[in-house]
């Protein structure tokens, strides 16, 4: 499998070649050349498959030059019961006749985040290890992304990890989660700002070209390709779950903020998977709404995006769009890199009217928007109906998939966090803490190590040069 980009500006390349990146030399987005399809046969021959023989079957259509035998290797020592809770990874739970959970929560730091960048993590050791690099991961978090990066790089050889967030935001579990690593590779930055001076810090220093090369920094955000593909897995398995006759189809309902979750069940649907509808639940921050209701894409300002109570949805610009809008436009990249254009211009585009706008529903997406008040009634509801209790973002997806049900067809949300990550909203649904995980008992109570920093990015380049190996 060869990759390019969404605005045609890359010689095609191989996955060990786009692994630690994502972006192609044009701006655009790398996307493998085609999608490989997956036959009938071929996907009742899965039946019965673990998750690790599952991941192996999909992820070595897109990663062949890892090598067969490493690459099964990779992902038999990711996807284990003890990592993961459960040999089945992603259990599927009935909540009532032809409503299902897929349950991606039980990683390390309980957010789904943790299925692809776990993986990521024994990736990126491997192939750095076999060119000869090394690599600074340098990134900005709110909360979940940092942590699920911090835990799948932790401990690994050639790579460290300096993860900036802001000082005194995040909640107190997330920030015990960051704070208490011990690992020598892992550098969290607390800074004296908010999430978007966090950002710009990281902005200016990727900037920096002759800094970013001395220093080998790269990121792992949400536009890797090897975390979108790594996510396709669990549609197939959650199809593989709930399903009999090889030709079955079902719907998924997916709390999105990047896009990159639902667009896993976009590549799985290209696949040949039988999916019938692609549920985008968005938040108050309905950028994604908007588009699949009318066509026009609208980036949001700063000013604009609103901190909600499902904060890991809250976008201004939903990066992993791109890809989903190069196959809806035939995969044209003139077309993707006028567009792209268009939207840094004016702030957005409009394909409503257009022939292929006409078609979305080709593609099985729909979509809805939650607010504060559906997302505590859903959580009440869920808590009463099913002695469930999620988390707001899945709480999202539940309210948004509603809706959309439709009788014989089995619709699954997937849930994205467990509720003890936000607890806050929790008690303002139920009126009690959310159920806390055993091993997370008392983690508030550990030594947190962290470093206090001012927005200043000339300090933020002489603590990384201070702590890390230069390259170059
Ligand atoms: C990241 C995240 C999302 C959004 O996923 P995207 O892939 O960005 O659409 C939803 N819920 C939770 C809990 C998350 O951490």
Redo the contacts with the bound molecule.
Sequence with gaps: MRYVSTRGGLQPSSFSEILLGGLGPDGGLVVPEEYPKVDAATLASWRGLSYPQLAFEVLRRYAGDIGESTLRALIERTYTEQVFGSADITPVMGLEDELYLLRLSNGPTL???DVAMQLLGNLFEHVLEQQGRQLNILGATSG??GSAAEYAMRGKHGISVFMLSPHGRMSAFQRAQMFSLRDPNVFNIAVYGVFDDCQDMVKAVSADLGFKSRYAIGTVN?INWARVVAQVVYYFKAWLAVTQADDELVSFSV????????LAGHIARMMGLPIRRLVVATNENDVLDEFFRTGRYRARSTAETSQTSSP??DISRASNFERFVFDLLGRDPQRVAALWRELDERGEFDLAGTPEFARISDYGFVSGRSTHADRLATIRATASKYGVTV?P?TADGLFVAEPWREAGVKMICLE??LPVKFAETIREALGQEPERPAAFEGIELLGQRFTLMPTDVVELKRYIAAHCPAVA
Excluded: C, E, R
């Excluded at 709390?255 to 639902?262: C, D, E, L």
């Design positions: 957010a789904f985040k979940d992304t949400s709390p999105s903020g990047n896009f990159g979750n639902v890991s949805m988390d973002h994205t966090a």
